[in-house]
């Protein structure tokens, strides 16, 4: 069966440094990976999403940037952190095929002080 | 454009009661319907999904959805709810696009709480 990893679970940052979040996911080849965003009490907005390596696209304008180095990992990167990219960071995968239900990492929870 | 419609931010309901959350969206074509669920500090769990045929579809927990094309909705229910019920759920429509990936239009949310 499918698994999706993420990691840290947590993590408190200053403002100005760097960010690095991971999303690895296990037991399917080339899926369609997202990044999304929620912030406290709101829904979800999707920041990236990719069909394959090397392949990103965003869906809104930010600080953040993805990277897609392997099949089934999925990095979400920034290289100044600001206060406003405070949130809960959602990583996510779907088969390739249309219209098919996503399925979600457990989330990374980000501070930003 | 497409987009989905969650009209109750919170509700509440006692322990054993039923329980019926409303999602309603708007999408051109057949739509490809979702439920949601996430506990808190965690990711979203899929409780069950519409794509065709059965409009009444079976879920996980006991949840099952009704998908109305008359009314664009699709409702989510429970005969009977559990204390361990109480968290967020969402409704989401999803919408093939031309970059080749699966787009989800997620709701903003019902926040179910349980009363003992």
């Known amino acids: 069966s499918q698994t999706i990893h993420q990691w840290p679970a947590t993590l408190v940052q200053p403002v100005g440094s760097p960010l690095s979040l991971e999303c690895t996911v296990e037991?399917?080849?080339?899926?369609?990976l997202y990044w999304y965003r929620q912030a406290a009490g709101r829904g979800l907005q999707l920041l990236f999403y990719?069909?394959?390596?090397?392949?990103i696209s965003s869906e809104v304008p930010q600080n953040l940037s993805a990277s897609r180095p392997q099949d089934r990992q999925f990095i979400l990167s920034s290289k100044k952190l600001l206060l406003s990219d405070s949130g809960f960071y959602l990583c996510?995968?779907?088969?390739?095929?249309?219209?098919?239900?996503?399925?979600f990492g457990d989330g990374t929870r980000l501070s930003i002080l | 454009a497409q987009s989905v419609t969650q009209p109750d931010i919170h509700i509440t309901v006692s322990e054993g009661a039923s329980l019926e959350l409303r999602c309603n969206y708007s999408?051109?074509?057949?739509?490809?319907l979702f439920w949601y669920v996430q506990s808190p500090g965690q990711g979203l769990q899929l409780l069950l999904k519409?794509?065709?045929?059965?409009?009444l579809v079976q879920g996980i927990k006991g949840f099952e959805a009704e998908f109305k094309r008359s009314q664009s909705s699709f409702n989510l229910r429970k005969p009977s709810v559990h204390w361990s019920d109480a968290a967020e759920y969402f409704c989401?429509?999803?919408?093939?696009?031309?970059?080749?990936?699966?787009?989800?239009?997620f709701g903003a949310g019902t926040r179910l709480a349980v009363h003992p």
């Open positions: 996510a995968w779907s088969p390739s095929t249309v219209n098919q239900p996503q399925h």
């Open positions: 037991g399917t080849s080339n899926p369609n």
């Open positions: 990719s069909v394959g390596i090397g392949q």
């Open positions: 999408y051109g074509a057949t739509p490809y």
């Open positions: 519409y794509f065709s045929g059965d409009t």
């Open positions: 989401a429509v999803g919408a093939a696009t031309s970059g080749g990936y699966n787009k989800l239009i």
